[in-house]
Antibody, heavy 118, light 107 residues
Framework: EVQLVESGGGLLQPGGSLRLSCAAS????????MHWVRQVTGKGLEWVSA???????YYPDSVKGRFTISRENAKNSLYLQMNSLRAGDTAVYYC????????????WGQGTMVTVSS | DIQMTQSPSSLSASVGDRVTITCRAS??????LAWYQQKPEKAPKSLIY???SLQSGVPSRFSGSGSGTDFTLTISDLQPEDFATYYC?????????FGGGTKVEIK
């Protein structure tokens, strides 16, 4: 079964750091671009970062310089290092797979909650 | 960034109805458009990619059309399990961006 399972969410104070992980199974992880997408409770979806099979990484301006996406193909794992966290980063973070031929997100994990609050 | 505008933001419909949701891009995106379904407390589920291609396992009552800037998602013969929020997403260029969502509620 194709599956993505996130972990690492939690409650932390503004300015703190957190590392999210995503374990992939059931497909050839190294062959796919991977992404993080987040969702504030009750709100819409926001793309957060991407790492392509080439290792190239992409970020929106809202997290550039604070978040770092990485992958470890040998462990079928995706990561998101989040630094200098703000209250506005509070959201459910989803790990997603980019579909072949384009960055439609065809497989999603169940999500992990990150809460930034003093 | 490309802005995606969905309409309506919500709608009420009955089982068996035909429902159409529209999505407009702020600039041309060819057919690089996807649709997702999200139920409360669940992760989004991919329905359609490349504007009109159905993901494997998605019922044929879902269909997508359009190219350029204007797109539609149609649900024919609405079923009880289809009551959810639907999002469009462009992947023509970075950053990928989503529409604000359309909540389909039971009338």
């Amino acid at each position: 079964e194709v599956q993505l399972v996130e972990s690492g969410g939690g409650l932390l104070q503004p300015g703190g750091s957190l590392r999210l992980s995503c374990a992939a199974s059931g497909f050839s992880f190294s062959s796919y671009d991977m992404h993080w997408v987040r969702q504030v409770t009750g709100k819409g979806l926001e793309w957060v970062s991407a790492v392509h099979t080439t290792g190239d990484t992409y970020y929106p301006d809202s997290v550039k310089g604070r978040f770092t996406i990485s992958r470890e193909n040998a462990k079928n794992s995706l990561y998101l290092q989040m630094n200098s966290l703000r209250a506005g980063d509070t959201a459910v973070y989803y790990c997603t797979r980019g579909s072949p031929g384009g960055d439609a997100f065809d497989i999603w994990g169940q999500g992990t909650m990150v809460t930034v609050s003093s | 960034d490309i802005q995606m505008t969905q309409s309506p933001s919500s709608l009420s419909a009955s089982v068996g109805d035909r429902v159409t949701i529209t999505c407009r891009a702020s600039q041309g995106i060819s057919s690089w458009l996807a649709w997702y379904q999200q139920k409360p407390e669940k992760a989004p589920k991919s329905l359609i990619y490349a504007a009109s291609s159905l993901q494997s396992g998605v019922p044929s009552r879902f269909s997508g059309s359009g190219s350029g800037t204007d797109f539609t998602l149609t649900i024919s013969d609405l079923q009880p399990e289809d009551f959810a929020t639907y999002y469009c997403q462009q992947y023509n260029s970075y950053p990928p961006t989503f529409g604000g969502g359309t909540k389909v509620e039971i009338k």
